[in-house]
């Protein structure tokens, strides 16, 4: 190999290995923002809203790329997510390391506006929601959190 065409190849390794950083970035800010506690304030699953009451019983704390959820029926989930800020809508992907669903990728949307996080999240195994929605027979859940005060 002469040596312009190895400088060119080792130019490309360092561009391409480069053109996520950006991504990279985007998504270490939004997990910035996205770090707390957040209260539900409207929870619905396949289709049915669940109470005002059941739905404030669903609690979120963030702590970068890490989760610990609770739900209305008292089960804890801990685990991971990613986040691509940059795709439209927003995508998150979540695996459980901890409670129902352990170890299985769960796909989903997201967006943030100030205090606000809605998340449409599809049942493992399934296809990642394209819209904010939950239709009867589709299985996905979609919440809406607002950040929790104090």
Not at 50 to 55: D, L, R, S, T
Not at 115 to 127: N, R, S, Y
């Amino acid at each position: 190999m002469s040596k312009s065409l190895a400088r060119c190849a080792v130019i490309t390794v360092v561009f391409l290995a480069g053109a996520d950083a950006p991504k990279e970035d985007a998504a270490r800010k939004e997990l910035e923002k996205f770090s707390g506690r957040w209260e539900a304030a409207s929870v619905m699953i396949d289709g049915k809203e669940v109470g005002e009451f059941q739905a404030k019983m669903n609690a979120l704390v963030v702590k970068g790329e890490k989760y610990t959820f609770a739900n209305h029926l008292f089960e804890v989930a801990e685990g991971t997510h990613k986040l691509d800020p940059c795709r439209k809508p927003k995508t998150i992907d979540a695996v459980r390391t901890k409670g129902p669903g352990k170890g299985k990728k769960i796909l989903g949307i997201y967006e943030l506006e100030g205090d606000t996080f809605k998340v449409c999240l599809a049942p493992p195994g399934k296809e990642r929601p394209k819209e904010f929605s939950s239709k009867e027979g589709s299985g996905y859940r979609l919440m809406v959190f607002k950040r929790a005060k104090g």
